[in-house]
């Protein structure tokens, strides 16, 4: 796996897609998948807010830990070597030195296709990728 990334690097090379692949029309899918998962005590009132996710109604107990598990899934149809690019929100943090800033969304334990560009990711949040043909998991 290092050599092929040495190899990728030094060629641009792409082992996770063809060159010579053409579609009629060409499409992108993207599923957003995720899991809210909330641990409550059997007492008192609060107000639940997970993610961007918020219970309007008040709930009996309160929120003993509360987060979201999910994964970015694709499908790519698309013609030649295209570069896909997204960009996250800004209110995002990683790095767990940073909790409990605020509205931040945190992300833990981040995990990419080999196609993602780890170092543009890195430096500017953004996931920069040259995707393979058809249904691959993006992130998780």
Request: hydrophobic share 35%; net charge negative.
């Amino acid at each position: 796996e290092e050599s092929s990334k040495i190899t990728t690097q030094a060629t641009g090379a792409t082992s996770w897609r063809r060159g010579d692949v053409r579609y009629k029309k060409n499409e992108a899918f993207v599923d957003v998948v995720e899991n809210v998962n909330l641990t409550m005590s059997a007492k008192g009132i609060s107000t639940c807010i997970i993610a961007r996710y918020s219970l309007l109604t008040p709930i009996t107990g309160s929120v003993l830990r509360a987060d979201v598990d999910g994964h970015i899934q694709m499908r790519a149809y698309l013609s030649g070597i295209p570069e896909c690019k997204f960009g996250l929100n800004d209110k995002l943090v990683i790095d767990k030195s940073d909790r409990g800033i605020g509205d931040a969304v945190e992300l833990d334990d981040c995990r990419f296709h080999q196609c993602v560009r780890l170092d543009e990711f890195d430096a500017t949040r953004t996931i920069s990728f040259i995707p393979p043909d058809g249904e691959f998991e993006l992130m998780r």
